[in-house]
């Protein structure tokens, strides 16, 4: 069971006190979008085996919602983030890189 | 002559003092206090505990302990009664009442053993291969010969008579395994002043270390275990618990424990089972070894034993197996067996040791005890039905010729040790292959990791693969020391228990015995005695292909069922990789899940059950309605009356009074339930312009609209009644099952999407009562009631006002949801039961009656109302509903938008709402499909439409129904046909109509 800090209130919360929330920093498309971009932001989500930025609420606990860099494979966490931000802060970009070298990088 | 029975003397762990009296398979018996089941069964002589799932063979005891594959028992009765009870696990208490499993008639004579005669024709993979036979044979021949005779135990017939509960720790260091090795890593760890929580599976703390004769810092083990734990009690920091198993590690340091606080104290008060729910910085598993069995024709017949089981029931429980126990082993550990047997006083007839040569210090002493030591020896076969009565024995290089036969009542083997890796292994910990010992160990350099990316199980002990005490006490105690490091403690500089070297001739792995034996005693050598998987069964299924060790447990059910394979894995993989030719590192092991051993259901539940299971939520009117002969449905966790029945009604004929009465004169609706959220803020208005299809910005203070809540799908989630309170604030109905989900989206979309817009929402469902006051002597009553202006000139149809009713501080929207005159009324919760009290009472003269939510619906279906849920099931948008009225033009966006342009959505072809009215009055099952001109792809009629809504109704005494229907609303006055299920049934035919049933023109509600 994932252990995650919920940056808005510090709680160390246990999954079952958190709800998922899928793939973070998707772009939201609307009206005046093409098909292809429309349909990728509704269905088209990245599903790494590695590094990856999701959404989490701290549901029965302080409410909001927060970001995580987690690893997928290994469920190691490289951070948590306020859902506040259109890309991840430096310092988990800089964690990234120090723990995983080949990381791609923030696209 | 060569019964298993008591021994004068011996058994460390009885009370002689105190006898239990316990009844097995209807005889009464006694044993001892501090016996197990198991081991009183035997000093019963019972050494016949069951029969094999596949063949019903007999089967005895094998093991001492967790690992049993065979002593499964019935236990208890009634509320009480399980299945599967392993004895060798069951402490004996008085009255214990047990019997055996998977037999009939009886366990001595069984009819079932006939499998066993015909085992040639039940192979691996038996049942795949029975599926692809003519079907006639399987359903007729043998699913019911399977059905009959395959289960292990009986289901319970009563309801669980105990209570559980769950338990929540937080620790820094969780220590798995009370023998000596948990103990000094717990003294290790607990001395850096981390919190430890140690706990062990049995009732006693010491593990093997007192049954093997250890010596631990000069004493005897038994000694010195008493004082670490008395050292360990003392310490504030550290919790001991026995009856706790470990049951599983998982991610990011979280743990599952399973205490079995009064499994040998029924009905005690105590709650049967206690869940231990752990998170623990680090975790030590000191979880030691289980013997692993030596593949001989014959290992099943009840009286062969592991070697450490007959070697614990002399110590521990002063129970003999027989008179004479003939050992055979691979390894030096077994001859411990032969000595204690020796020094109780029992026959070791010989010692059949698999290696060329025997020269280990342990085989110097038996040989010095007299005892008849034979190297390079093994078993030919054992001789016996329900209990052995001889051996016969081979050369271990040759295939299997017989050079002498031995009478003996028990054999003890050892087929070597394998380290119980499954806590390490349930969270990702791997394994390496350890050639010297022949089994798996844990490779601590891929430990399982945690949130941080470190290593978080250390082993400690017989776990880690090691084999003497000497090396146990040292690697026990630099695990304790690791994990309290690694938890973040500044280990002591340590004074850790130590035990002298011993002098250990290497094993020698054994796989088959002997190990050129052919077809005929392959056939006779069990791997797993619980599902009847032999060597044959396990080279077969290489032969046929199936080379994974994933598939060859599926294929010979090898492994599988209540003990998970713990004599029988490595074993069963040894012999599938000399199949395929290849290493056993290569064929590697199946994977270990949690639990370690299985844990009850009711463990699981907690306190989770009955009233418990889920939080009910009632409204503030709730124990009127209780008295008033409410018949409540669920609504999410809500209870709503679905109708009050009065005295000889049935509930349909109670719904159609309600219907009737709210048309006619007055009805009373608990609408308490409706979702409430509050919507405020400079950014109000815009932010529920993109969460309605429609505009509510422009909603003037004082009025009331219907909107519709889209996903970005564009599929309609919500819908509901929006009042503008003032120039900063919105109230939002949603629907009752809605509230906390929409409540959810709205903070969802504020918090991450649009969160520099100014916008507060609150979900203030509970803080208030509602009540609908339905009717055309609505006005009247409240009239009556007085203090505020309910006419239509002061508050007209959808708008909203505050004032005071009958002395109520109230606000008052006047919104429809049945087609009639309708005031729905606000009051606080705290106010809402004496609120109905007065309307209830002021509109008698009326003839007020409440009325339920299948009125209710009956009501909005009348009117051709959408209900969420029914007219919408996540696929259909508001333009299939024909709502494009409550979706605006003038908007740039709102969610669901988008998506609502998209191809499929804008398909003329969509099937859209209709009305459907029955030629006949009948009524149309609700969910029945229209079937039209042609066929499917698959010869199956094509569907042109479904019914959504269907009820009888009571205002137009006809069956009335709303669905949707392929160009529906171009085909108005078309019949259409429903085909109905069974025979010779006729289809409905039906007529497409105006959903509106009733008041087409929406006069009644607007007056």
């Not at chain 2, 366990?107 to 066993?116: H, I, K, P, R, S």
């Not at chain 2, 001859?335 to 040791?353: N, Q």
């Not at chain 2, 050598?525 to 080279?539: A, I, P, T």
Request: hydrophobic share 40%; proline share 5%; aromatic share 8%.
């Amino acid at each position: 069971m994932l252990l995650l800090n919920c940056p808005c209130c510090g709680v160390d919360a246990d999954e079952t006190e958190l709800a998922a929330g899928g793939e973070a920093h998707l772009k939201r498309e609307t009206v005046g979008a093409e098909d292809e971009a429309f349909e990728a932001y509704l269905f088209m989500r990245d599903n790494p085996r590695g590094v990856h930025f999701e959404r989490w609420r701290h549901a029965y606990g302080c409410g909001k919602w927060f970001l995580a860099a987690r690893d997928t494979v290994t469920l190691e966490v490289f951070g948590t983030y306020p859902a506040q931000t259109k890309k991840p802060p430096k310092a988990i970009e800089n964690a990234l890189k120090k723990k995983r070298p080949d990381w791609k990088g923030w696209a | 002559m060569g019964m298993s029975t008591r021994l004068a003397t011996g058994g460390r762990l009885l009370n002689r003092a105190r006898a239990v009296e316990f009844n097995f398979n209807g005889k009464r018996l006694t044993g001892y206090e501090g016996d197990t089941l198991a081991s009183a069964l035997l000093a019963n002589n019972q050494v016949l505990v069951g029969r094999s799932f596949k063949y019903h063979r007999p089967r005895g005891i094998v093991a001492s302990g967790a690992e049993e594959p065979n002593a499964l028992v019935n236990l208890g009765k009634g509320g009480r009664f399980e299945p599967n009870q392993r004895a060798t696990t069951t402490e004996l208490f008085e009255g214990l009442s047990a019997t055996s499993q998977n037999h009939w008639p009886s366990l001595e004579y069984d009819v079932g053993v006939l499998n066993n005669y015909v085992a040639r024709l039940l192979p691996a993979g038996f049942y795949y291969k029975t599926f692809m036979a003519p079907r006639a044979a399987w359903k007729h021949v043998f699913e019911p010969i399977i059905r009959q005779s395959a289960g292990l135990g009986k289901a319970p017939k009563d309801r669980d008579a105990d209570r559980y509960e769950h338990f929540h720790a937080h620790v820094d260091i969780l220590i798995v395994g009370g023998g000596i090795a948990g103990l000094q890593a717990a003294r290790t760890a607990a001395a850096s002043g981390a919190r430890v929580l140690l706990v062990e599976q049995t009732a006693n703390w010491g593990g093997r270390a007192p049954a093997d004769g250890s010596v631990v810092d000069g004493i005897a083990a038994e000694e010195w275990i008493t004082k670490a734990v008395e050292d360990l009690e003392k310490m504030d920091n550290v919790h001991l618990r026995t009856r706790c198993m470990g049951a599983g590690v998982y991610d990011h340091g979280y743990a599952l424990a399973y205490e079995r606080v009064a499994d040998h104290l029924p009905a005690n008060g105590q709650p049967r089972h206690r869940l231990w729910r752990i998170r623990a910085r680090q975790i030590v598993t000191a979880t030691g070894a289980i013997e692993r069995p030596l593949s001989f024709a014959g290992n099943d017949i009840p009286g062969v034993m592991l070697a450490s089981a007959v070697r614990d029931y002399v110590a521990n429980f002063g129970v003999s197996p027989g008179d004479r126990t003939v050992v055979v082993t691979n390894n030096d550990d077994a001859y411990r067996t032969a000595i204690a047997l020796k020094e109780a006083g029992l026959d070791v007839p010989a010692i059949l040791d698999a290696r060329p040569e025997a020269t280990g210090p342990l085989a110097r002493r038996a040989r010095d005890l007299g005892i008849r030591v034979e190297p390079g020896k093994g078993i030919a076969k054992v001789i016996g039905g329900k209990r052995v009565t001889s051996v016969k024995i081979c050369a271990q290089s040759g295939e299997g010729a017989a050079l002498e036969e031995i009478p003996c009542e028990a054999v003890a083997m050892s087929g070597g040790w394998s380290p119980v890796v499954h806590l390490w292994s349930h969270c990702g910990g791997k394994l390496t292959w350890d050639e010297t010992n022949a089994h798996f160990r844990p490779d601590p350099d891929r430990a399982p990791t945690n949130q941080d990316g470190e290593g978080f199980v250390k082993t400690a002990g017989a776990a880690s693969g090691e084999v003497s005490t000497a090396n146990c006490l040292k690697d026990a105690d630099a695990a304790g020391r690791a994990a309290a490091k690694a938890a973040g403690f500044k280990p002591e500089p340590g004074d850790a228990a130590t035990a002298e070297a011993e002098e250990v001739q290497p094993m020698l792995p054994v796989w088959v015995m002997p190990q050129g034996a052919g077809i005929a005693k392959r056939m006779k050598m069990w791997l797993d005695y619980q599902n009847d998987v032999k060597v044959s069964d396990v080279q077969l299924a290489a032969r046929e292909g199936f080379e994974s060790v994933e598939h060859a447990k599926r294929y010979t059910t090898l492994g599988m069922a209540t003990d998970q394979g713990k004599l029988s894995n490595i074993n069963g993989l040894a012999v599938l990789s000399q199949s395929l030719n290849s290493e056993i590192p290569k064929v590697g092991t199946t994977t270990f899940r949690p639990p370690y051993t299985p844990i009850s259901m009711g463990s699981i539940g907690g306190e989770a059950r009955g009233e418990l299971f889920q939080p009910v939520r009632q409204t503030p009117i709730h124990d009127w309605h209780q008295a008033n002969g409410a018949y409540f449905e669920p609504v999410g966790h809500w209870r709503r009356p679905y109708c009050y029945r009065r005295d000889g009604e049935s509930t349909e004929q109670a719904v159609q009074r309600e219907v009737k009465n709210t048309r006619q004169a007055l009805g009373l609706l608990d609408a308490s339930t409706l979702g409430k959220i509050i919507v405020r803020g400079p950014d109000a208005g815009r932010f529920l312009d993109m969460l309605y299809t429609n505009m509510m910005s422009n909603l003037a203070v004082g009025k009331c609209r219907y909107g519709l809540m889209c996903s970005e799908n564009g599929f309609l989630i919500d819908d509901g009644v929006v009042a503008r309170l003032d120039d900063d604030t919105w109230l939002c109905h949603t629907t009752t099952g809605g509230a906390d989900r929409i409540h959810g989206w709205m903070e969802d979309w504020l918090q991450c999407e649009w969160w520099d817009w100014q916008v507060y929402t609150a979900n203030v469902t509970e803080q208030f009562a509602q009540i609908a006051v339905v009717g055309p002597n609505a006005r009247k009553l409240l009239e009556k009631l007085g203090g505020m202006d309910v006419s239509k000139e002061a508050l007209p149809f959808m708008q909203w006002a505050d004032g005071t009713i009958g002395g109520f501080s109230t606000r008052v929207f006047r919104i429809s949801f049945s087609g009639e005159l309708s005031y729905e009324i606000a009051v606080p919760a705290g106010q809402g039961r004496a609120f109905w009290d007065a309307l209830v009472a002021g509109g008698e003269e009326f003839g007020l009656m409440a009325y339920g939510t299948e009125c209710l619906h009956i009501l909005r279906a009348e009117k051709g109302f959408i209900m969420i849920g029914d007219e919408t099931d996540g696929t259909i948008i508001p333009q299939d509903l024909g709502l494009d009225w409550a979706i605006s033009k003038k908007k740039d966006d709102y969610l669901g938008k988008r998506a609502q342009a998209r191809s499929h959505m804008t398909d003329p072809n969509r099937w859209k709402l209709v009305g459907l009215e029955t030629l006949d009055g009948a009524v149309i099952p609700d969910g029945a499909y229209a079937v039209g001109e042609g066929r499917n792809a698959n010869g199956q009629r094509n569907t042109i439409g479904r019914i959504t809504s269907s009820y009888y109704s009571p205002t137009l005494d006809r069956g009335i129904a709303m669905g949707l229907v392929d160009h529906g609303p171009n085909r108005m006055g078309e019949v259409i046909e429903f085909p109905t299920l069974g025979a010779g049934s006729q289809p409905i035919r039906a007529r497409i109509v105006d959903p509106v049933f009733y008041d087409k023109a929406g006069e009644k509600q607007n007056v």
